[in-house]
């Protein structure tokens, strides 16, 4: 198997558990989690955290869209 | 990724410092100077200008954001990339979007509960090992003399935004996430 081929698998493999993990937690009737809305809804009323998130997802953009990738 | 009022510094602070390096790596020098002075912001944010609070919701009010969202949709979705343009949009973008993200209050009047933190540890948990994975490609692939052997997240995205409806599609998912951390952070 190449190099190629386990980087992807790694990404495809941490999206599947992302969303499992979101999937049984959507409804916030799981005994021990939130659903990511409920925990987002909490964090955001940290400056920090709204800053840094708000700054990352400007770099998305900024990254795809005015910046060239590198490959 | 905050610690809580006991501790003024934001984890944020840390996960910029470790990207800012990474893009030193990278030989980035546009993306360091991004991380290295939004991670200072977040710092002094939690710190020195901790009790300076904005008026963000009046910007974030109404149908403001509606409109503000469906212009850059017709303005990033339907035109090239990298062009002076996009630069232009972008560079009056980021001051709009950090006043309206400081907003009136710095931390929650509720502390976490049990639930709470699970969760956050959890989501924690997922993006680090995430980010560790992304940042791992990203060292191989320049280490390796191989192209392509261990591509990262923009190497395999890239691609699908040279399509004009991958580039569309890309823009508006991105823009609704930046609505929803705008509404909902100034809540």
Request: aromatic content about 14%; charged content about 10%; some cysteine.
């Amino acid at each position: 198997m190449s190099t190629h081929a386990i980087t992807v698998g790694g990404y495809l493999v941490l999206l599947a558990l992302g969303f499992v993990l979101w999937f049984t937690t959507r409804t916030d009737a799981h005994p021990r989690l939130t659903s990511l809305s409920k925990m987002f809804e909490h964090l955001l009323r940290y400056r920090g955290t709204r800053l840094g998130l708000i700054i990352f997802w400007w770099w998305l953009g900024w990254h795809f869209l005015v910046n060239v990738v590198q490959y | 990724m905050q610690n809580g009022s006991r501790h003024p510094v934001s984890l944020w602070v840390a996960a910029f410092a470790l990207t800012a390096a990474l893009q030193i790596f990278r030989g980035a020098l546009e993306d360091t100077i991004i991380f290295v002075a939004g991670g200072l912001l977040i710092l002094l944010s939690t710190n020195v200008l901790a009790k300076i609070n904005l008026p963000s919701a009046k910007l974030t009010a109404g149908s403001n954001l509606d409109w503000a969202g469906m212009i850059l949709l017709f303005a990033l979705a339907f035109t090239p990339r990298h062009t002076f343009f996009n630069l232009g949009i972008f560079v009056l973008l980021l001051p709009l979007v950090l006043f309206m993200a400081w907003g009136a209050h710095s931390e929650p009047v509720r502390q976490l509960t049990k639930r709470d933190r699970a969760t956050r540890f959890a989501w924690s948990a997922w993006a680090i090992v995430m980010c560790l994975w992304e940042f791992s490609a990203n060292i191989l692939g320049q280490l390796s003399k191989v192209p392509d052997a261990f591509p990262t997240i923009s190497v395999l995205v890239d691609p699908i935004l040279k399509l004009e409806l991958g580039q569309a599609g890309f823009v508006v998912v991105w823009l609704l996430v930046g609505y929803y951390l705008l509404k909902a952070g100034i809540k």
